[in-house]
């Protein structure tokens, strides 16, 4: 990626991030995507307390995986590193389930892009919306062996 691709990334972010900072409902967590610290939080928006119930102090240093089910969060690690092998900029718009702090689960919309930066490093942007309600979800657990995927209706 040539400097001007890196610029338009990182400006077409900043534009994102000022939109949703309009936005209060949005939750934005910060990781490293760095393979040494891969998966560590380094930073939030207020919006994380409000919708999961952990302020910034909680979980900044804190591994993703502790805004997962269990049987996410056991494979999350594995998923992470091959995205980050692939260096892909953007994920499309997933719907997932987050874990807030009391252990309930919370259907969210969640898109996630990648920046790199030079002194940071590789950062990894998760932007989560609470989703509708009632609205019927697929629900899909990656499986690494095999390289299949199940779905299932919840």
């Known amino acids: 990626m040539n400097y001007l691709e890196k610029l338009q990334v990182v400006n077409n972010y900043q534009q994102e991030q000022s939109f949703l900072d309009k936005k209060s409902e949005c939750c934005v967590i910060t990781c490293s995507g760095m ?8 930073n939030t928006n207020n919006t994380v307390k ?7 102090k909680e979980i900044i240093g804190q591994n993703i995986t502790k805004l997962m089910p269990l049987f996410l969060a056991e494979v999350h690690d594995e998923y992470m590193r091959k995205f980050a092998d692939n260096f892909e900029l953007e994920i499309p718009e997933k719907k997932v389930f987050a874990k807030n702090k009391e252990g309930y689960l919370i259907y969210m919309i969640l898109k996630i892009k990648i920046l790199p930066f030079i002194e ?12 509708v309600e009632n609205t019927k979800v697929k629900f899909s657990l ?6 299949s995927v199940l779905h ?3």
């Open 152 to 154: 299932d209706d919840v």
């Open 120 to 131: 940071e490093g590789i950062q990894i942007i998760g932007l989560m919306q609470e989703g």
């Open 50 to 56: 409000k919708v999961l119930k952990y302020s910034q």
């Open 142 to 147: 990656f499986l690494y062996n095999t390289k």
């Open 35 to 42: 393979s040494f610290n891969l998966g560590k939080i380094l």
